[in-house]
């Protein structure tokens, strides 16, 4: 059973910085790329960030290119997301997902979720 748990997820001031985490069981993490995601609330789910199988290559979304970065350790299965300089824009909840095919990042599994919250 594959499962993604993310964790790291709070409330933050505007300007501040949070670390999310996302472990993942049940897959050959390495054989995946991984993504982050976003849902505010009334808005559909959207792109954050995903990094590829060996970590070589990144993509962000254009709000949040140079203050969010991705990254990965294959030897613990697991996913970060480092984001500073927070905007209250910023508030949602926070997905990973792994991604086994090549090209644009649609997860084949999904994480419960972790809520960001930026306040101003």
């Known amino acids: 059973q594959v499962r993604l748990v993310e964790s790291g997820g709070g409330l933050v001031q505007a300007g501040g910085s949070l670390s999310l985490s996302c472990v993942a069981s049940g897959l050959t993490f390495d054989n995946y790329a991984m993504g982050w995601f976003r849902q505010a609330p009334g808005k559909e789910r959207e792109f954050v960030s995903t990094?590829?199988?060996?970590?070589?290559?990144?993509y962000y979304e254009h709000s949040v290119k140079g203050r969010f970065t991705i990254s990965r350790d294959n030897a613990k299965n697991t996913a970060y997301l480092q984001m500073n300089s927070l905007k209250p824009e910023d508030t949602a909840i926070y997905y990973c997902g792994a991604c086994d095919g090549a090209g644009t990042c649609v997860p084949s599994y999904w994480g419960q979720g972790t809520q960001v919250t930026g306040s101003s």
């Open positions: 990094i590829t199988w060996n970590g070589d290559t990144t």
